[in-house]
């Protein structure tokens, strides 16, 4: 049975990003165009200088926000084991399989649970850790098959 992400592809902090980054860009521009243009003298290169942070920030965001994109793949759970992005681990060599809870450490306490991330953990006898979160993936329906197939395995 295969799972896809949840979130897989171009999301909404990657498009915001795209569109800093062209803003940002055109601020840049028009803080070194030539001319006056309303624009005071001193302020030209704070301007530039505020275009170029904007690049910076903004095409760091696109670029690291497609690039963890790229890490989440699908889910493949099989008779004999599960791939995920992390690679293949057969049920023989599982440890253990669980699903914790990320309690941020926080002054304010959470106001709901929707704002809490849990997360699938699978571990190899090796030591390999597969991780899957819960914003990415049906952690819960990716349990009960995996269970139901080591189940059978075991009879």
């Known amino acids: 049975m295969t799972f896809t992400p949840d979130n897989g592809g171009l999301n909404s902090t990657t498009l915001w990003a795209t569109a800093g980054l062209v803003v940002a860009l055109g601020v840049f521009v028009w803080g070194l165009l030539p001319g006056e243009r309303g624009i005071p003298k001193a302020l ?14 903004a095409g760091s965001t696109v670029f690291f926000s497609a690039w963890a994109d790229r890490k989440i793949g699908p889910v493949q759970v099989s008779d004999t084991g ?3 992005p992390y690679g293949e681990a057969l049920y023989a060599n ?32 090796s030591g390999k850790t597969h991780v899957l979160s819960s914003e990415n993936y049906p952690i ?4 009960g098959v995996m269970r139901k197939q080591m189940e059978t395995l075991e009879k």
Do not use: C, H, W, Y
């Open 44 to 57: 030209k290169p704070v301007i530039s200088m505020l275009g170029f942070v904007g690049i910076l920030v």
């Open 82 to 84: 599960i791939e995920t």
């Open 94 to 125: 599982i440890r253990k399989v669980s699903v914790e809870k990320d309690n941020p450490t926080s002054i304010f306490p959470a106001t709901s649970d929707a704002d809490i991330a849990s997360f699938l953990l699978i571990e190899e006898i």
């Open 140 to 143: 819960q329906e990716i349990l």
